[in-house]
Every structure is written in C-alpha cells, then in structure tokens.
C-alpha cells in the first residue's frame, strides 16, 4: 500500500498595478506528525473526518521539523486564518483531486494530487509591510489566541528561503500541492 506524501509550495508575490510578479519561489515542505494523521481525502472537506479548511501565515524563519503544531509566529490577518479554494478560486470539491504520474528525486511514486490555493491583498487583508515566511494548512480558520498558539491541527509547515513583504499594493498567492 502506498502511504507517502509529498506537498508541495509555491509562492507568488504580485503588484496589483502593474501585474508584475515581484517573487516567486517553490519549495517541498515538511508534513507534521499531526497532518499525517489525516486522511487525504477527508483532510479537504472530502469526506467524513477533520478537515482542512485554511491557510495560516507567519513571519518567523525557524526550519520547520516534522513534530510542529503551529506556525512559530503567526499573523493575525483579520481575525481569521484565509479559506483554501482551488487555482481558480472557487470552493474545493470532490474533482479538484486528480491523477498523476510523478516520481520524486527519492524515486517514491504518487499517483493522486490536489492543488490548494489562498490570496492574501495587502489592500485589505491587514499585516501590511510584515514579513510572510511561514506557512501550514490548519483544520480551523479560527486564529490561536497569541501569534505562537495552537489552534486546530496544523497539516504541514512551509518556511520559505526568504520572507516577502505585503504592502498595500502587492498580493501574495499562495499554493500547495499535496501528492499521494
């Protein structure tokens, strides 16, 4: 039976006025003892069990390890963590998961993936001039109570080589694709 999982990120840092892209960076990531747990299909909302429904955002630097519970440092973007849509925006649903052939650098195959997707606008969505680094998929939109709590079970950790900077002007896009 195959058991690995491999996610993936991209980040993609925009001007709102003239569309160019300022940053783009993709990296793999680390899947948490916790995010193991779930299953890959409930884990979306796909099923049954907790699901995972949004994507938190940080600002600290610290490697992430496959113990973590919660991002180091995490932003408190209008109360609430963003919802995961789909690379087009709309709500997850069960088609968005969907076969594929890849073979990463280990020789490990998967051969399901689903693509994830939240949009943070420096325009309304708060932090403005704050470092984005890290990065995880949560069971909760709920925020912790403080920057470094815990709130729901955290999926996976991303921190990205170098923090990106929102300003009122720029968005940030941030993917994650998960094989299986």
Not at 74 to 100: Q, W
């Amino acid at each position: 039976m195959h058991s690995s999982i491999a996610a993936f990120w991209r980040i993609i840092h925009t001007d709102n006025i003239t569309g160019e892209v300022l940053y783009e960076s993709e990296d793999k990531n680390v899947v948490v003892d916790n995010g193991r747990a779930l299953n890959a299909y409930d884990v979306f909302g796909l099923g049954a069990s907790a699901t995972v429904i949004a994507l938190g955002a940080g600002a600290c630097s610290t490697a992430a390890v496959h113990t973590d519970s919660h991002l180091n440092y995490e932003h408190i973007l209008n109360a609430t963590r963003k919802t995961l849509t789909n690379t087009s925006g709309a709500a997850l649903t069960t088609p968005d998961v969907v076969s594929t052939s890849f073979t990463d650098s280990f020789s490990e195959p998967y051969y399901r993936k689903i693509t994830v997707q939240s949009v943070f606008n420096g325009a309304s969505d708060g932090n403005v001039n704050q470092p984005f680094q890290e990065f995880g998929l949560f069971t909760t939109t709920v925020l912790p109570g403080t920057p470094s709590g815990t709130s729901g079970t955290m999926y996976n950790h991303f921190v990205a080589n170098s923090a990106v900077i929102l300003t009122s002007t720029t968005t940030l896009t941030v993917q994650c694709t998960i094989y299986y």
